[in-house]
């Protein structure tokens, strides 16, 4: 399996994105896929991540503004992302977590 994101880009605050993941093989066997993020300068962390039931947690920081699903009939993983703010911005990428599979990222720069 592979992993694809796109759909990042630069927005103003209080915009929207939505990033979507794309996977090169099944993913409905892979029980968590979450979405990363890093900021210049600062460790990768956990944004949002999906169980293949459908379970969701979110950071502290994002509840309420991120919205993560998943296809498997589609192997898509999308992060709907609104009400952006300038500590948001970063590259975004999507891993199948107990695979420790990475896709390449998505740079979203949110502006103030």
Known sequence: VQLQASGGGLVQTGGSLRLSCV????????NEIG?????PG???????RIGSMG?????????????????NAKNTVDLQMT??????????YCVA????LWGQG???????
């Open 83 to 92: 009400n952006l703010k300038p500590e948001d911005t970063g590259t975004y």
């Open 35 to 39: 979405w990363y993020r890093q900021a």
């Open 55 to 71: 379970n969701t947690n979110y950071k502290d920081s994002v509840k309420g503004r991120f919205t993560i699903s998943r296809d």
């Open 23 to 30: 996977a090169s093989g099944r993913i409905f066997n892979i």
């Open 42 to 48: 600062k460790q990768r962390e956990l944004v949002a």
């Open 106 to 112: 998505t740079q979203v720069t949110v502006s103030s």
């Open 97 to 100: 977590m107990e695979l420790n």
